[in-house]
């Protein structure tokens, strides 16, 4: 069963936002400083109405347009490149050229991993969202240093709507990171780790972060006030240990992905 | 003519060039010095019996031609294809060397002027001592370079074989991933229609009303089973075959595998940033071969734990030093190493290791239970 889901609302995302164009090359060496500086900037320039423009690389053709025509049709989303392989995609993507790109990680020609992580290096602002039959979820645990952030995925065969595909976009555009709902319905918090340790409740709330869920989609879910998650984050980022700040909720996704397994 | 080819000749050139040389330097010196002692032992001298010849001139006169014989091996031209035309100059070269030599010794006045027929009886004693030379410089280079032929195909045969079994290898690989492919797709896909038409059928019955209760539950049944089978069974194939992750890197295998493990296991796992680094996705440095490696050698190492070992903490630790040599710690809070240690899975492996340069040990590790761990080399492939 797919619940229908209402649209991330910017609050958390844009935070995130934050969170990774502080490494981008405007602020030089001194990233650290950026986030308050762009503070009111950004919340000006995250206009509701811009489109989010995404790129597709997918092999099977009948996914590939499937994808296209379906994201297509929605008012927020623009489709702006659509490519077969890892070759046409390094080949069309171009600097700029997407907000989000959507790759398949199976490509016949290589795979959607190296080449998010390519395109992430041309493009530093570029947010990449995975998709792949087979669960490499974990894929997100490893990455590179330097292409560390932004970065979503989302199973084929789960059984996902247009609306939590259009949703997990606009989060990665915003530089946070979506898990596949389904795949963390499925994982088990790991006997010993810190995450077993958190209440069913705060577990609830970290799942359903995990799934790019604003703190007021969260509260809705769950039937709880918006002040109570945003307590419980508070509880679930000292249980983990993770200080509080822009990273701190990515951070602690991929600490539910670490620390839990998937049979 | 390759450039190998090309030094290989120049360097049998310069072999022979001295083969010829030091001989043929060897009977200069030797008959100058003969002919000098003979005079004064033989005291024939003074009786103006014999000519008296000063050493220099003699002297000369040999080396000149000990020089214009190595000079000429030297400096002619060779090619394997040629080899005959090559003898041929060289030997005339020698024959011209020891007349050079003759011209010489009755310019310097070695011969008194009523034994000029000495002169001929020393060009063929000369041509003798040239021949002989150049024979011995040939024979040498020759001998030289069949040497140097033999070692460099004795390890061309070697990178042969060991490319031929990289090949091989990669081969295997690429049909585990295709089976893993058609299983995760076609098969997966066939399962899914046949439980389909299974819920067809059992819709239908359920409708009717004339239906053995017993058909109905083992229609459910069956319906559970081929859905067990495609989520389960099709897909630990699948994992088997050709485990995720080993297509994209080193790090990403190794995790893939990790998360496999059921969550009543305590897991930490360190995967160092260097070897993150070293096989970024982007450049793919490790071959999927030695991906599965790892993969292989920490599912050993894991599901001995916790069959024999009875462990209920597993301690995974991935790290790379700076000759680039990768290394895989694996420790359990099981029984230990037992007396005996069941070899069967890690000699596989302990074989495959050896074949990469890698090495692995069974200790007693900090946990109180096995530590297994293993090296693999990742430069200079």
């Given at each position: 069963?797919?619940?229908?889901?209402?649209?991330?609302?910017?609050?958390?995302?844009?935070?995130?936002?934050?969170?990774?164009?502080?490494?981008?090359?405007?602020?030089?060496?001194?990233?650290?400083?950026?986030?308050?500086?762009?503070?009111?900037?950004?919340?000006?320039?995250?206009?509701?109405?811009?489109?989010?423009?995404?790129?597709?690389?997918?092999?099977?053709?009948?996914?590939?347009?499937?994808?296209?025509?379906?994201?297509?049709?929605?008012?927020?989303?623009?489709?702006?490149?659509?490519?077969?392989?890892?070759?046409?995609?390094?080949?069309?993507?171009?600097?700029?050229?997407?907000?989000?790109?959507?790759?398949?990680?199976?490509?016949?020609?290589?795979?959607?991993?190296?080449?998010?992580?390519?395109?992430?290096?041309?493009?530093?602002?570029?947010?990449?969202?995975?998709?792949?039959?087979?669960?490499?979820?974990?894929?997100?645990?490893?990455?590179?240093?330097?292409?560390?952030?932004?970065?979503?995925?989302?199973?084929?065969?789960?059984?996902?709507?247009?609306?939590?595909?259009?949703?997990?976009?606009?989060?990665?555009?915003?530089?946070?990171?979506?898990?596949?709902?389904?795949?963390?319905?499925?994982?088990?918090?790991?006997?010993?780790?810190?995450?077993?340790?958190?209440?069913?409740?705060?577990?609830?709330?970290?799942?359903?972060?995990?799934?790019?869920?604003?703190?007021?989609?969260?509260?809705?879910?769950?039937?709880?006030?918006?002040?109570?998650?945003?307590?419980?984050?508070?509880?679930?980022?000292?249980?983990?240990?993770?200080?509080?700040?822009?990273?701190?909720?990515?951070?602690?996704?991929?600490?539910?992905?670490?620390?839990?397994?998937?049979? | 003519m390759d450039e190998v080819q090309a030094t290989d000749m120049a360097r049998y050139r310069r072999t022979a060039a001295w083969g010829s040389f030091v001989p043929m330097v060897v009977f200069g010196v030797g008959a100058a010095?003969?002919?000098?002692?003979?005079?004064?032992?033989?005291?024939?001298?003074?009786?103006?019996?014999?000519?008296?010849?000063?050493?220099?001139?003699?002297l000369v006169a040999n080396l000149t031609a000990a020089t214009l014989i190595g000079a000429a091996v030297w400096l002619v031209p060779i090619s394997p294809s040629r080899r005959l035309w090559w003898l041929a100059a060289v030997t005339s070269a020698a024959v011209v060397g020891v007349l050079v030599r003759?011209?010489l010794?009755?310019?310097?006045?070695?011969?008194?002027?009523?034994?000029?027929?000495?002169?001929?009886?020393?060009?063929?004693?000369g041509l003798f001592c040239g021949l002989f030379s150049l024979a011995v410089g040939v024979v040498l280079a020759d001998a030289f370079r069949r040497a140097r032929l033999q070692e460099r195909s004795t390890s061309r045969?070697?990178?042969?074989?060991?490319?031929?079994?990289?090949?091989?290898?990669?081969?295997?690989?690429?049909?585990?991933?295709?089976?893993?492919?058609?299983?995760?797709?076609?098969?997966?896909?066939?399962?899914?229609?046949?439980?389909?038409?299974?819920?067809?059928?059992?819709?239908?019955?359920?409708?009717?009303?004339?239906?053995?209760?017993?058909?109905?539950?083992?229609?459910?049944?069956?319906?559970?089973?081929?859905?067990?089978?495609?989520?389960?069974?099709?897909?630990?194939?699948?994992?088997?075959?050709?485990?995720?992750?080993?297509?994209?890197?080193?790090?990403?295998?190794?995790?893939?595998?990790?998360?496999?493990?059921?969550?009543?296991?305590?897991?930490?796992?360190?995967?160092?940033?260097?070897?993150?680094?070293?096989?970024?996705?982007?450049?793919?440095?490790?071959?999927?071969?030695?991906?599965?490696?790892?993969?292989?050698?920490?599912?050993?190492?894991?599901?001995?734990?916790?069959?024999?070992?009875?462990?209920?903490?597993?301690?995974?630790?991935?790290?790379?030093?700076?000759?680039?040599?990768?290394?895989?710690?694996?420790?359990?809070?099981?029984?230990?190493?037992?007396?005996?240690?069941?070899?069967?899975?890690?000699?596989?492996?302990?074989?495959?290791?050896?074949?990469?340069?890698?090495?692995?040990?069974?200790?007693?590790?900090?946990?109180?239970?096995?530590?297994?761990?293993?090296?693999?080399?990742?430069?200079?492939?």
């Amino acid at each position: 069963m797919v619940t229908r889901r209402e649209l991330p609302i910017p609050a958390a995302p844009v935070a995130r936002r934050l969170t990774r164009q502080a490494t981008r090359p405007v602020w030089g060496h001194h990233p650290h400083r950026a986030p308050r500086a762009l503070r009111h900037t950004c919340g000006v320039t995250a206009s509701p109405s811009s489109k989010t423009r995404i790129a597709v690389v997918e092999d099977q053709p009948l996914y590939r347009e499937m994808i296209a025509a379906t994201l297509g049709q929605r008012p927020e989303i623009e489709v702006v490149v659509t490519a077969d392989g890892a070759r046409q995609g390094r080949e069309l993507i171009t600097a700029g050229s997407a907000d989000v790109a959507v790759l398949d990680v199976d490509l016949a020609d290589g795979n959607g991993l190296a080449l998010g992580i390519q395109l992430r290096r041309a493009d530093p602002a570029i947010g990449i969202l995975l998709l792949s039959a087979q669960d490499v979820m974990g894929v997100l645990l490893d990455l590179p240093a330097d292409v560390r952030r932004g970065w979503s995925y989302l199973s084929k065969s789960s059984a996902l709507s247009t609306d939590s595909l259009v949703a997990a976009i606009q989060a990665t555009a915003a530089g946070g990171t979506v898990l596949d709902p389904e795949l963390l319905h499925r994982a088990r918090p790991r006997e010993g780790s810190a995450v077993s340790q958190l209440s069913q409740r705060q577990y609830e709330v970290l799942q359903s972060v995990a799934q790019g869920d604003s703190n007021a989609v969260v509260a809705g879910r769950l039937g709880i006030a918006v002040r109570s998650v945003e307590a419980h984050l508070g509880m679930i980022y000292a249980a983990l240990n993770i200080p509080e700040g822009q990273n701190a909720r990515v951070t602690a996704v991929l600490r539910l992905l670490e620390e839990t397994a998937r049979g | 003519m390759d450039e190998v080819q090309a030094t290989d000749m120049a360097r049998y050139r310069r072999t022979a060039a001295w083969g010829s040389f030091v001989p043929m330097v060897v009977f200069g010196v030797g008959a100058a010095l003969q002919s000098e002692l003979f005079q004064v032992a033989s005291g024939l001298a003074a009786y103006g019996e014999i000519y008296d010849v000063p050493l220099w001139a003699r002297l000369v006169a040999n080396l000149t031609a000990a020089t214009l014989i190595g000079a000429a091996v030297w400096l002619v031209p060779i090619s394997p294809s040629r080899r005959l035309w090559w003898l041929a100059a060289v030997t005339s070269a020698a024959v011209v060397g020891v007349l050079v030599r003759g011209a010489l010794q009755v310019a310097l006045g070695v011969y008194q002027s009523s034994r000029m027929d000495l002169v001929w009886l020393d060009v063929v004693v000369g041509l003798f001592c040239g021949l002989f030379s150049l024979a011995v410089g040939v024979v040498l280079a020759d001998a030289f370079r069949r040497a140097r032929l033999q070692e460099r195909s004795t390890s061309r045969q070697a990178l042969r074989a060991s490319a031929a079994l990289d090949a091989l290898q990669a081969e295997e690989l690429r049909v585990r991933r295709e089976v893993a492919e058609g299983l995760h797709g076609t098969v997966q896909h066939r399962l899914v229609l046949v439980g389909a038409g299974l819920r067809g059928i059992f819709d239908e019955l359920s409708v009717g009303d004339a239906v053995e209760e017993q058909h109905v539950g083992r229609l459910v049944e069956l319906e559970r089973d081929i859905d067990d089978l495609r989520e389960h069974g099709v897909r630990e194939i699948g994992q088997l075959l050709y485990p995720a992750g080993v297509g994209l890197g080193v790090s990403q295998a190794v995790r893939m595998m990790l998360q496999r493990i059921p969550s009543s296991i305590r897991v930490q796992a360190h995967i160092d940033e260097s070897v993150v680094e070293y096989d970024d996705p982007a450049f793919a440095r490790v071959p999927q071969t030695l991906r599965l490696l790892v993969v292989r050698l920490l599912e050993e190492a894991v599901s001995n734990a916790l069959r024999h070992g009875n462990a209920g903490q597993i301690a995974v630790a991935l790290g790379m030093d700076e000759q680039q040599v990768l290394s895989i710690i694996v420790d359990d809070d099981g029984v230990g190493v037992p007396e005996n240690p069941e070899f069967s899975g890690l000699a596989g492996l302990r074989e495959r290791l050896d074949s990469v340069g890698g090495a692995l040990e069974l200790t007693t590790g900090p946990l109180g239970g096995a530590r297994l761990s293993a090296t693999i080399p990742l430069g200079q492939r």
